[in-house]
């Protein structure tokens, strides 16, 4: 039970962090973050979207019983 929270969980956060870079919700990507004012809020946005495609991808292993880390 314990796992199959923990993949949904990583699902949810992943599938979100994805919708709001993609979106460029202000949640996300806030024009303020460090990040932003290093590369820019396009490169930013898609840093934040290959890290919540990776966390979405770690929600699939973990209920699926692939156990990466």
């Given at each position: 039970m314990n796992t199959t929270m923990t993949g949904l969980a990583l699902i949810a956060v992943g599938a979100l962090t994805m919708v709001g870079a993609a979106l460029d919700w202000g949640i996300v990507s806030r024009p303020g973050k460090l990040l932003n004012r290093l590369l820019g809020d396009?490169?930013?946005?898609?840093?934040?979207f290959i890290g919540g495609s990776f966390v979405f991808v770690m929600g699939i292993g973990k209920l699926t019983g692939i156990d990466w880390f």
């Open positions: 396009g490169a930013a946005r898609v840093v934040y």
